[in-house]
T-cell receptor
């Protein structure tokens, strides 16, 4: 079963614009991670934010986490055509570290 | 390339046949996970190994599915008597247990299974 929802399900922007994706989850977590998946391929880890952190940056990526609202957002600044992919949030809340994924946001960046 | 490899990358089989997939994790990683992903959905957890011990199995893992990780290195996932509903991408991931809340999982490229 999926942990929560991602919003929007699909997003289409022009190169150079910013893209914001949101993720909501249902249960308490240890951390939340964002992954990228190009069509039909494996997942690439982007960024991990711990439950006691509120914001994290990595290059053009900015992730926020609001545990009171059980939500997170991923901002990609100055988007490029190569950012075209599906983006998934995943939460980890157990000792095993297993991830529970959202349904993903499909991002299209037009050149 | 994350360092996690899976074989084969694609498998087409007829309903009722058995299939086996292999995952080679990053060598120093003691945790290994299997996930299943169907079209348009996020991956769903199937099972977890810490070293050679299988410590958690999802209810998605029916009796026809079995996974092993002998000697705590590579892992295999076998599906017996395949059904069309088993068609999916099977993803393997590995991680090294770190301090609480810091495990990053690295995913392989996946094995795409098509059951005819």
């Amino acid at each position: 079963s999926q942990q929560g929802e991602e919003d929007p399900q699909a997003l289409s922007i022009q190169e150079g614009e910013n893209a914001t994706m949101n993720c909501s989850y249902k249960t308490s977590i240890n951390n939340l991670q964002w992954y990228r998946q190009n069509s039909g391929r494996g997942l690439v880890h982007l960024i991990l934010i711990r439950s006691n952190e509120r914001e994290k940056h990595s290059g053009r990526l900015r992730v926020t986490l609001d545990t009171s609202k059980k939500s997170s957002s991923l901002l990609i600044t100055a988007s490029r055509a190569a950012d075209t992919a599906s983006y998934f949030c995943a939460t980890s809340g157990s000792n095993t570290g297993k991830l529970i994924f959202g349904q993903g946001t499909t991002l299209q960046v037009k050149p | 390339d994350t360092g996690v490899s899976q074989d084969p990358r694609h498998k087409i089989t007829k309903r009722g046949q058995n299939v086996t997939f292999r995952c080679d994790p990053i060598s120093e990683h003691n945790r290994l996970y299997w996930y299943r992903q169907t079209l348009g959905q996020g991956p769903e957890f199937l099972t977890y190994f810490q070293n050679e011990a299988q410590l958690e199995k999802s209810r998605l893992l029916s009796d026809r599915f079995s996974a092993e990780r002998p000697k705590g290195s590579f892992s295999t996932l076998e599906i017996q008597r395949t059904e069309q509903g088993d068609s999916a991408m099977y993803l393997c991931a590995s991680s090294r247990r770190g301090t609480s809340g810091t495990d990053t999982q690295y995913f392989g490229p996946g094995t795409r299974l098509t059951v005819l």
